[in-house]
Structure formats: C-alpha cells, structure tokens
C-alpha cells in the first residue's frame, strides 16, 4: 500500500495529528510540465497556526519526555519508509515539482540519510560538567528549543525541509512545517505521512501549506522559538527583521550566486563537465546552482565552444514521460523572470551562445559569454538554466570578482594544483568550497550553510550544526546542602 492510499488528503492540512480541512479553502496541485491537475491540496491560515502552536506546545512536552531511544526509533523507520516508498514519492517529485527522475532519486536518498543521521542525535552527549569555585556540581546541558517552524521552498522541497524537520525532532522538538503551495505536497504531504506512519506522536509534527499570511503567523506565534528558513534573499531579510523584534533565533539559508572559477591549468574537458551540471541540473533552480563561470583567458574561448556544444544538445521536456536531462522551470513567473534577465544582459552586451529560448515552461539551458561584470545574469542570482561565463586575465582577478557581490554561498575551483585551489579558496568568502568539483553538492553529515547575503552560516548538516541550531544551552548547578549568604 502506498503512503497516500487510504488517507483522506486531498484538500486537507495535517494539524494535530490529524487529516483536516484548513481554513483557507483548496486549491490544485498543478503538474508544471502539462498544467493539469494533480490533486487539490489544503491552505492554512494564521488562525490554523495558532491552533497548531498552541497543540504542539504540549506535545512536544511529552515527546521531548520520551527516552531518547524512542525518539531516534522514531527516526530510523522513518528513514527506512523513505526508502521504501521511494517510486511513489519519486512519481510524485517528478511530476508536482518538474524533477528529472535522477533529481528525484538524489532527493530520496538525502531525505533517507537525514533521517537516519538525525537518529544518532538522542544519544549523543547533551551537555557538559564545569569547573565551579563553589562546592557545588556545575554542568552546561542542551534541552529542546521547544516549537521550531520550518519554511521551505519549491525548488528541491524534500530536502529542503527535511534536514531541519528530522534534526529537530530527533532534539526533542515539535515542528510545524509550511511548505510552498506549490509543492506541497511533495514537500508537506508526504513528510508528513512518512513521520506519521514511523509513529511520530499526533501534534509532533504539522503540516500548513500557506501563503506570506502563514509565514509570518508563524514567525510571530509566542509558542514558536526558533524559525528555520530556506528561500530568498529578500524574503530572508524580512523573516530575519521580524524574528529580531520577537526575539527569536531565525536560521536563514538564503540565496546565491556562486562561481566556478576554472584556472590556467584546468582541464577543459573536466571543467565544461563539471560546468554544465553546475549550472543546468534541477533547471538551474537550485541555490548552489553555478551562477557565475570565471574562466583563465587562455582557456576561456574552447572553454566556451565546448559548453555550448554540450548545452546545445542537451533534450529538454517533460521528465514524466521522455528521457530528458531538464525539466520544467516551476511557472510562468519564475521563468520569465530568468528570460528577462537573460536578454537584459544580451541588451549589455553579452553574446547569448547557445539557449535562451523557451517554449511553455521548459527553458533550453543557455550559455552567455562575455557577460559584462554590470550585466544582471552576473551580479543577480538566476535561479534558472544560465551558464553566464566571464574572461579572466589572472588568478588574482578571478579572485577579485568571485569576492564581489554580496553573496557567499558556495565555490568551485578547477585546477590540476589542488593546494593551489585551497590557496585561492581561502580568499574568498563562502560557507562552502569545491576543488575539483562544481558548487552543487549536499550530505547528510557535513554542515551547510552561506556567508553574508546567502545566510547566517551553518545551520544544518552534522550533529555539531544541529544541536547549535535546534537546543537552547541550560547551566545547571547542584549542591550536597543549601547555600549560605550573609543575608
């Protein structure tokens, strides 16, 4: 039986524990590639989050009370439904979210490992003893943040929620996830029924799709404590701004616009490989996406010609039904946003070498050379299928203008000098680095997270991030007989 089979979903939010109509109506599920109608999915709204606030606040009483071998059982089943539903929910990836089946899969097994890593979280040591100049036992110990929210986007929604979904439940939390309406239920539904199904206690876990209305409910609800977004920048801003007057902690994963910098030395073959995946997997719809290639001039020309070549031929359509390397942009919005931004910078004088066409939702991946340092597809974030491309006359200036902007997200380096790519990374502000490999990359154990406009840093990824990011520090003392003051 499928995890969807025999529930009565459609139309509904998941609150306290149970299947349930919210109070902002329906609306569909539309499949990106063909614009039908897929299902109809439940719109929350502040009122439903602060009813889900206040039931959470009392079950995460009782989770959190749970021995720490229950929650981190809780955990590992759900790892192993991931896997073991992994058609449906990849069918559904697919086709609500416009994921190419090998996204799909990626998706699936991140969500299977995040569970699974999160499950060695309840046994790990949760505190520490302290010197005191007292006769007393002093100790530092981490307990439950309490409530946590957790926002996530449409681009890769399966991951995006769940590497703050599992660690936090497996803390101790209860967590109210709002997806985005537009895949929500890839990046709702089916999370929730995945914990529902491993025994996560009713009110544990919500699920409200909503629009700006709910997202701010839940920034602002007392009974929340801590918000985990990912998403833009702008909107990352606001969130940050409000969580401040609140006095909440607000983890921000936020965009990018980060360089692959292929250096004199570099294979070209490699790089033009290592360009392409960078830049046009997931449509490009991906916040490490490679949005800036800084290439060696002397390099620079066949390092062109070979990506067009590629880009040129690689099939784009509808990944539910043909074998394509890319699907659909989202909507109609997203993509033309991208197209604007790509004749924009054709209007600058970048030379569109290959793409920048589209036809319905499916934009043919495009490679744009010579693209002015001022040009929109080399200062803004894309979030689509472009390969801007940028001469550079020395390692110094590739430097310079991977530093410039306000961004610092993640790095490429392409060198056969591999201490060499470490030097240069070291000048350059990001959460992450790749030498010899594109900016795209994602695991379960190791801290994620960008610099400056792209976030407040490493957030999640590994015990060390998530007990940061989902416990509050409690310092505790003991003593044998009561304290004596002079008065």
Request: hydrophobic letters at 45%; aromatic letters at 6%; a negative charge.
């Amino acid at each position: 039986m499928g995890l969807l089979d025999g529930v009565d979903w459609q139309g509904k939010i998941f609150k306290d524990g149970a299947w349930t109509a919210g109070r902002g109506g329906d609306y569909p599920v539309v499949e990106p590639a063909t614009g039908a109608e897929l299902g109809r999915m439940g719109l929350a709204t502040a009122e439903d989050v602060a009813e889900a606030g206040a039931h959470a606040a009392e079950a995460q009483k009782r989770w959190a009370a749970l021995p720490h071998t229950a929650r981190a059982a809780v955990l590992r089943k759900a790892g192993d439904l991931w896997q073991r539903h992994a058609t449906e929910i990849s069918d559904w990836n697919v086709r609500e979210v416009g994921a190419v089946p090998g996204m799909a899969g990626f998706a699936l097994h991140v969500a299977a490992e995040e569970c699974f890593e999160a499950a060695s979280l309840p046994s790990r040591p949760y505190g520490e003893l302290l010197p005191s100049e007292q006769p007393r036992l002093s100790m530092a110990r981490r307990i439950p943040a309490g409530v946590v929210a957790v926002i996530s986007p449409f681009n890769v929604p399966i991951i995006l929620g769940i590497r703050s979904v599992a660690p936090a439940l497996a803390l101790g939390n209860a967590v109210i996830l709002k997806p985005d309406p537009r895949t929500a239920v890839t990046g709702g539904t089916l999370m929730a029924r995945v914990f529902e199904e491993a025994g996560l206690p009713p009110g544990v876990l919500q699920m409200l799709p909503g629009g700006p209305d709910v997202g701010e409910a839940l920034v602002t609800d007392p009974h929340i404590r801590v918000i985990s977004f990912t998403g833009s920048t702008p909107v990352g801003r606001r969130i940050g701004e409000l969580a401040g007057r609140h006095l909440k902690r607000a983890h921000l994963e936020l965009g990018g616009n980060s360089a692959l910098l292929v250096l004199d030395d570099a294979d070209v073959g490699a790089a033009v490989n290592l360009a392409a995946w960078g830049s046009f997997f997931n449509q490009g719809q991906i916040c490490m996406t490679t949005g800036r290639h800084l290439v060696a001039d002397r390099l620079y020309d066949e390092f062109v010609e070979r990506l067009a070549a590629k880009a040129g031929k690689l099939p784009v359509g509808n990944p539910a039904t043909e074998q394509v390397a890319l699907g659909p942009i989202i909507d109609a919005g997203q993509r033309d946003k991208i197209h604007g931004l790509v004749t924009a910078s054709a209007g600058q004088g970048a030379t569109v070498a290959a793409g920048g066409t589209y036809q319905d939702l499916f934009y043919r991946p495009t490679v744009l050379a010579d693209v002015p340092i001022a040009a929109p597809a080399f200062a803004e974030e894309i979030f689509g299928p472009v390969a801007p491309v940028t001469r550079v006359s020395s390692v110094e200036d590739a430097v310079e203008l991977a530093a410039a902007g306000e961004y610092g997200l993640s790095l490429g380096i392409v060198t056969r000098d591999v201490m060499r790519g470490l030097a240069v990374a070291e000048q350059i502000p990001t959460g992450i680095v790749h030498i010899n490999d594109q900016t795209v990359n994602d695991e379960a154990n190791a801290p994620f997270g960008g610099l400056r406009a792209s976030g407040t840093g490493s957030r999640f990824g590994g015990p060390a991030a998530n007990i940061e990011a989902f416990t509050e520090t409690r310092w505790i003392t003991m003593r044998g007989e009561p304290a004596t003051y002079p008065f």
